[in-house]
């Protein structure tokens, strides 16, 4: 919940003031891939109660929510409080304990009240102690019922904003990257500590909550086994993950020393006077060591990584000296970036352990986009190879993973992309004024299985497998049986005074429908290679392709050939739209070499003879 679901801007809607994500769709709707903004979205801010009732008919335990800062106070600033958000939070968050639903809150979900970006934004240190007096005002209203927080949501995704290369920049399109980004990571690091030590001193004592920040990093693996790629490999993780953590729940604090080393280094070549990135003090390391109760962690995807320079001078992204690839065999999603790379949970969640030395996490958010399907099995695959191997991690390997929850509960705004990509259990009709909601396949089978606390089983072999939640008394414990995996006992003492049947992990999402698909597939495919074992001929015909039945593999030239200008050939269409536009491209890429069956057609050839 926040700008992706919320609804009701601005003005006209009891009092909120405008974001930054405001300020850019309507001044920028060019920067938004379908022009779309998130004025109305999901309506949430009208319909929470029927959001709710789905969240209770799901029968999950916990739901993580954001708060607008906008909406609390509209200007940015704590000298005026805006009655009406402070009542719609109360409300909000009074129906869902109202149905035995536990508040999980994040106070900054990348919406900066207008007003703060006109001095600067969070390239500007003052606004550290701006988003302190913000925090403060939620404490006291909201912290006797809420006791999980999250100060920030992928700082690593927002900070961009300021550091913007792209066609369809984030908010607030700022230009400078590898230097205002820097400062805006540095602001919000300082706010973070300056929050969890504000909690302490005047909260804690009396709230009994816990405060954690949630941070985002593509898992990554070599491109190849050089030792220069795995070296760029763990560089790329520190730029990324470690950028953020490091400072916080490192043993030593401060920034990692790759970092400080190679921007010294770029910044000095780059005729600098000093490094891009700013420096913490002594007292500042300190100060920011150790601020944490969890650590939230975002996980999607994964990517490779090879030796080498990619990115504008300066940025992030040149400075780490990492070029960034996807296996083009990786299944896709509606999202260009989202490859499904189940590996992924399972490495990031051992990097956070030995990196940080096991620290408590709740993998905060996982998901998967489609295009609304409502029968979404690509989205029920994609959460049980990702729960296998967040399993793995816990029992395999130790890591101290409590808890998980599912990104999202309704399609939303999805940021520049509009409404063109989906990651919702339910599905909203954004063209039907009223945003009706409708349960997807997943969201039918989460209900079963949160009734059941049982997961369906993902081939034959396992159909036994199966095992029951057992919650003893002195605290939480789940049995989760998936792919012969189980959830380990927790104990949640480290989250006292919380309600003993608060469960951790939220939204997992199987499908018992696709697992019967799957198994009468398996049974057709069975007589396929084995012989029909019915003694009704017609019923064996059914099932065999006919004499003489032609089978084939289809290609196209542009699409594989390459060779663009070898050989006499000349220029088409689509020549000229990736030269001229590649903005018109998703990933700005052309047909220049493709597959490059221009000179590998024997190869080619050779694997069309193999298939038969």
Known sequence: QGYENQGGCCADDDGKGWNIWDTLTHQRPDYIFDKSNGDVACDSYHKYKEDIQLLKQLGVNFYRFSISWARILPKGYANYINKYGIDYYNNLINELLANSIQPMVTMYHWDLPEELQDIGGWPNIKLADYFEDYARLLFTHFGDRVKLWITFNEPASFVGGYGSTGHLPSAPAIYQPGIADYLAAHTVIHAHAKVYHMYYREFKKQQKGKIGITLNAPACKPDNSSINDEEACERLMQFNLGYYAHPIFSKEGDYPDVMKERITKNSKEEGYPASRLPTFSKREIKHIRGTYDFFGMNVYTGVLAKDGEMGPIPSLLRDGGVKVSQDPTWPSSASAWLKVVPWSMRAVLNWISKEYNNPTVIVTENGFSDHGELNDTARIKYYISYLKEMLKAIHEDGCNVIGYAAWILLDNFEWNRGYTEKFGLYHVDFNDPTRPRTEKQSARIYREIIKTRKIPPLNIQEQNSNASVNTPSHGLSIALMLSGFSLPHVDLTWASNRPREFLLLDLIVCNVATFIIWKLGTA?????????????????????????????????????????????????????????????????????????SYHKYKEDIEMCKDLG
């Open 524 to 596: 057709f495919a069975t007589k396929m290679a084995c012989g029909c074992e019915s003694t009704k001929e017609s019923e064996c015909d059914k099932y065999s392709l006919p004499e003489g039945f032609l089978l084939g593999v289809a290609s196209s030239s542009y699409q594989i050939e390459g060779g663009w200008n070898e050989d006499g050939k000349s220029v088409n269409i689509w020549d000229t739209v990736t030269h001229l536009h590649p903005e018109y491209i998703a990933d700005g890429s052309t047909g220049d070499i493709a597959c490059d």
